[in-house]
């Protein structure tokens, strides 16, 4: 086994169905985009976002640079022009776009990057009906995964979009979603030691879970379940945003700074609050989980129970919610992802004995940094630069949101963002130390 | 006659063909948007430029507010939301949506506005064959320069626009334009003395060009003709962008913070200059007049061209070039107009005697600041905001552009822009003083 | 007469007591700094201010480079460096060290300047005891009347700077000041016509007070005194901060972008409002002239007051105020100037039949922009760039204020700023038209 | 023992020799302030830097706030003022001064803080006379600590406030510095495996480095002496700032923003480089260690060496660098402290077999994100606000720097700053895997 095998060992192997997991993400991405209009798919509502349209087309820029240029037979490009405008960050493969011009790019236009869509998909088509080498196959895998990435960002990103207009625009309305009794909180202990973490080379995972590795871990618990908006509804109603022993000091200046009084997408509706959500605005449910906070808003509410219930708690870390992810009986299968159609967070519709929601409806913010595990080798070539570069200034996120696809989503799955980051489904679990 | 008939008679008598220029005036807007994409019409690629949806609803807006909603027996508002979402700066009739922000509003949509258009010519077109006293129809004039204010601001927005988007996409193929051989600059001399500037009267006129004045003039001259590409090419092989001394304080302030070395939309390519126009990305053409400089470019080139000719010379004042204007026998329909369809600044077909390009081709940059006229009042209610408020920090253009309807343009007729403002179609005409 | 002879015409004849003028002024600027410690003459407490250390270095360097340099046998600089660090905007000298950072140069030490100052003074008295010729007489002139300039600086910088100190120390204890029962505002009202401003080449002035030339002013009014803080207690009071119809639009930007509601360096105290004086902090004095407003704010006060009154008031051109000034008795010898040694505006001790406070107490913001008189010409050399480079985006004051040393105003003076600057002792005096 | 004193149980028993201890680390602080202007002691030259007077002040505000006002007897503020202003950011303890303003502070003045230095060490020499309680000492010992950090950063401040000023002052002259022969670089390996870091509870620690701790650690090894300025040559040479594949993402961003070419301070003089020291400008020495780099730089330099020597290094994560400190035998004594008088990192005198440089010279950056500790308590009152609210979006570096008191370092000490940090005197060591 030569090293460039050694490396990509991680990919899953190639499988018999690729060509119709293929055909099946890619659908996806097109079926999310349906209820959007041309201008819809257009706007950049903020840097950290990007056009419908962008993530169509850079998915299809990904398949055509890293699998059809290698692989195809008389590669041809496309459009030559492309190679730069969809571009996002591979500084390997030459010149980008500007992020934040990239809602300016008015043409092609949403048809044409359908058409490039179309086109690539034929090639494609035609090189895995061809068959595929096992490195093609884990390019493959890897372009699928990617798009996966993207068909979340697709959510979050015309959310935001949607969020800006007065108007309040709706994605799909399917409001209200199901009411359920509460669930109460508990404690759920894990007694920690040597345990290991990292992906177990089963199936696709990215670099950035890689080597799997021990970690010493001191006995621990986790709550049962996600802190509710009702949970933060009290938050707030203590004087939480207004506090500042509860926060960080970074965490603090963004508060005065940005005149922060609650989560994302919240506005008072005289003596309520309501939030955006892509049914349109709606009334907090209590029950649901609290979604689209930052790290500072984490760290501060778990700051604050602590001091309100007496009793020292904080955010886990990634081995610990890792550990415990494995440990458990609920299945990835279990949760409410992307699949479900609801694309909000969900209240808790079967109390079990066992950590509930570990998957699906909102991605959970770590105490970790986002950083290289031990022994971590970067991907050979450009797509070296999928995770290692960003290993800086960023806090991981595990188990994914409503609005990840179900099949992407494992224990070992590792999300990052910086800490003021706001627009992702994020929330919270809170953890302690169970011996001190 | 009451006072308010008194405020507004500088606005044009009732024409008995006013509602057959209702209908060709709003037909040209969307005769100028016919080659946008939808997603084209959606974008706002800088803060001073807008969306062409917006301005097609914004004008719309306009005849809602000022004539139905105050002329119309039973009037309803089309979409109560539009009444803020559409509103550009008018504090008397309540909140805007923040300028900024025009481009994140998708919904509704360009159908939609099509629709907000329709509607509202319908009711407009009910409300003129019921007849319409003076006022309404004084007001409805002022509608329809509004519009042709913005069918001017439609091109240079979507010419920013285009310009942004590394594919280079042309708003309209007809290049090569005409290339004639070139006339030279010689001086056109003016007696000076108490003359008369300011609105005649006759026809429509905005509140900012009243009240008629005398005005004290030295002797001077002004160039037969605009300067040209082919000049402006010279001060900048001469390093005009790179010499203080021919730069107001604030002029090379900005040189220096945007590493400015040509005119807007030029880039170099290989040992050429081209510039990006609305046909695409073109030579620069000698001949044709400089566009696209600001007031800062503007007085320096002037002062470059006093040293370089060892013959003092400066920007014409307001006052000098509508003098000018009202002596000369060239006629506002000899001009290059966006009616021509060249969109772009043309160069003389035909030598005269006379000062030629006074109107149409580009503005010309004055040396004065824009300000009230002695004895200036704005309308009543909140058109009076149409002007007024915008007299500070500003200086005054003269003469209409390639892209100014031709029926828009008078010689009394004041444009005003900031020193640093370059996307319109902005250009430079010299003076001097004849008695030293 | 040569070409420079004629060019520095404007400038006063060679005066035998110019050696004793050159010695009072040189200590005067001493005087200024003398309550202040090394630490309060070093820093910039923003932009717009500069150090008094670097005052007194720059008024300092100006002689060195255009008297010394250019007249002294055997010059050599005092020290190299000098010759950069403290040119302010001289492109014509060489480079300049950047404006803003004039604060962190600690070393030459406050008494390194006083040396530089010393050793400057000791050359200039040999050059003066020698005879200097018609020129250099002028030149010498021009550098003392640049110190008495930054002599008003050195005091309008060092009260920004203790303003922003919370223990809010004192320059010079002298309070309270003079209380005189209030003298009722009336209108003193001018014929216009054709008549004359500009300076009349009787005695100094700078280029841009020349040439002198004819106007063709409107009949008019002045009010016979300035506003008053009491008149803007009334102002504020009626919500005048609040209320877009008073404002420019860049003004009420300005407003809300700062979250203005009060003059520059006052404060609510309870129910009271106080301001910052360099006496320290002390209460509003109805009857004392308004301080520390911008154009936009004196701009938004005169449309309040027409609106207020139902009769249109506004603030004065430049040529209106001149006029005026040439027209009525006050001297500027009655005025209250930095040798009053107030330094505050005052109330008015002695009514009188005609305009009062024309010169001293506040500099008089007026509606004219800061733009070359007609015929205008730049001295020769770097001096020339001591005012021409300057006219753009300014507006003209008039009159000089409590903190302008009394020998250096004349009605022809023509200062000018920014429109949102405010830390000058800047004031308001209205005009109208008087007929319709 | 009560919760409270468990809680301090880190901080260190009460000393016979505190009173003369307290007396030695406040005289060192008024000797680094010795060769300072009251100028150059005011100046805060950028926004994370602080004026020395301001440190001479806040360190004196420490002691009054935490030990004086709780435990002296009828204790009264030496001024009122003086708690928000020279409070940096105690929430507990009220308001502060803005960060950014601290230079904008003229008063009081340096010898009036001289006198509040005077005055509390009076109070503090009676409170230790009349004998001290446990905690008392202990927080006496952390405003020690505290002070002494505080004598690091008057150096770094004061040497980037030198560095603003063209004319190149200096700090103090003593150079050349000593030169000696370079010794090779070589790799000290270490086993791994479960170990303990953290602080063992012998003598003074902060919070942040309890509770001591197992870690696992893979095998590992670190080069026995620092990264030089010589090796760092090699790397700009080699284009090692426009090599975006050496780079993390936000270091890429970084570079390019701010055109950053070399490391803080150095300028090229011709052919060469120089950098600005506290002696003034030098030329580089290649054997002195790197100095004046910030993470983005360290890490691309590990890179770049790991391409270039076709051997994966890294940085060492904060646990590698604390094993290897504790086996190796050098001691803190060995280091290169601000007690050597150098302010400078120095060349190594003596070569030997075991880790070198570990102490002194300049901070190490690690690879290790600024987190608490695995049960983690902050300590009790105001000062839990000492390290607990800054443990995010920072790295920890390790060692101590030749502005470092050497009596305040150990091994388990964790120092913190954000990537883009450079003005510390921070530098580089290397580590790698020994098993792949």
Known sequence: MNRRQQRYGTLSAPQGDLALRYTSV??????????????????????????????LAHTTWFFETFILERFERDFAPHHAAYRVLFNSYYQGVGDQHPRTQRGLVTRPSLDEVRGYRQAVDERMSALLRGGVNAEAAMLIELGLQHEQQHQELILTDIKHLLSCNP????????????????VAAAWRVFDGGAVEIGHDSNGFAFDNESPRHAVLLRPYALTNRLVTHGEWLAFIADGGYCDAR???????DWVRANSIEAPAYWQRDGANWTSFTLHGRAPIDPHTPIVHVNY?????????????????CRLPTEAEWEHAAQSV????????????????????????????????????????????????????GAVGEYNGKFMINQYVLRGGSCA???????????????TDARWQFSGVRLAKDTVT
Do not use: C
């Open 26 to 55: 890619r659908q996806r991405s097109m079926a999310l985009v349906a209820p959007l209009s041309e201008a819809d798919a257009q706007v950049q509502s903020m840097p950290d976002a990007s056009p419908a349209k962008w993530h």
């Open 167 to 182: 108007l309040r625009p709706v994605y799909r309305r399917q409001w209200p979603l199901a009411r359920v009794a509460p």
């Open 246 to 252: 509860w926060w960080l000091a970074a965490g603090w």
């Open 296 to 312: 500072f808003e984490a760290d501060a509410y778990a700051n604050w129970r602590a001091a309100h219930d007496g009793q020292a």
């Open 329 to 380: 009986s609920q299945s990835v299968a279990d949760g409410n992802f992307v699949d479900s159609g609801a694309l909000h967070p969900m209240p808790i519709s079967r109390a079990g004995e066992s950590l509930m929601q570990m998957f699906g409806d909102v991605w959970e913010w770590t105490a970790s940094a986002y950083a290289p595990y031990p022994g971590f080798q970067r991907w050979d």
């Open 404 to 418: 990840t696809p179900r099949d992407h989503i494992r224990a070992s799955y590792r999300n990052f963002f910086p």
